[in-house]
């Protein structure tokens, strides 16, 4: 069965940059573009980019553009999401997930809580 | 690039059916084959709950339909159960290749 793990919590300061990352197992990882999507406290969802099943290109949301690097390892099946120069904002639970082949996502990881305090 | 507004709350008792709208603008639900919804307990990962507008995936209760109408995309949840209470969330692609959620909406079961 598909399933998607995450890596562990991280604790930043600000200012620093967190790299996440999502392995993939059940499926065809090359086939398929992948997702970051987080959630703040007490906040919505909020996608940040897509990057495709080769890994030679991505699309990220306009607020991230500037500082998020969505890259992707076939080898592995792993997916990462840097994103740097975090502040206090940056804090939330950070899901990656599957994109169905239909613009959606049909499965998700479990989370990565980021916390970015002094 | 704003968020799709949803309403902040929506509740029905056991049985009734209840709707949940999701408003855009024409550079994306209008614009969009592509809206999605999802459900979602905080903590939890999401679940998506309907794609392309109507579709569902297998294995999701037939009683969650989607549709669309100009630039405001609707999830109706029919027979409302005690366990659809939950977060739900609309998402479009958009006219910039980017996607957006809505800004949630909380299910109550009464």
């Known amino acids: 069965q598909v399933q998607l793990e995450q890596s562990g919590a991280e604790v930043k300061q600000p200012g620093a940059s967190v790299k996440v990352s999502c392995k993939a197992s059940g499926y065809t990882f090359t086939r398929y573009h992948m997702h970051w999507v987080r959630q703040a406290p007490g906040q919505g969802l909020e996608w940040m980019g897509v990057?495709?099943?080769?890994?030679?290109?991505?699309r990220y949301a306009p607020k991230f553009q500037d500082r998020i690097i969505m890259t992707r390892d076939a080898s592995t099946s792993t997916l990462y999401m840097e994103l740097n120069s975090l502040t206090s904002e940056d804090t939330a639970l950070y899901y990656c997930?599957?994109?169905?082949?239909?613009?959606?996502?049909?499965?998700w990881g479990q989370g990565t809580l980021v916390t970015v305090s002094s | 690039q704003s968020a799709l507004t949803q309403p902040a709350s929506v509740s029905g008792s056991p049985g009734q059916s209840i709707t949940i709208s999701c408003t855009g603008t024409s550079s994306d639900v209008g614009d969009s084959y592509y809206v999605s919804w999802y459900q979602h307990h905080p903590g939890k990962a999401p679940k998506l709950m309907i794609y392309d507008v109507t579709k569902r995936p297998s294995g999701v209760s037939d009683h969650f339909s989607g549709s669309k109408s100009g630039n405001t995309a609707s999830l109706t949840i029919s027979g409302l159960q005690a366990e659809d209470e939950a977060d739900y969330y609309c998402?479009?692609?958009?006219?910039?290749?980017?996607?957006?959620f809505g800004t949630g909406t909380k299910v109550t079961v009464l």
């Open positions: 990057i495709t099943p080769s890994g030679d290109s991505t």
């Open positions: 998402c479009s692609y958009t006219s910039i290749n980017t996607y957006v």
């Open positions: 997930a599957k994109d169905s082949g239909s613009f959606s996502g049909d499965y």
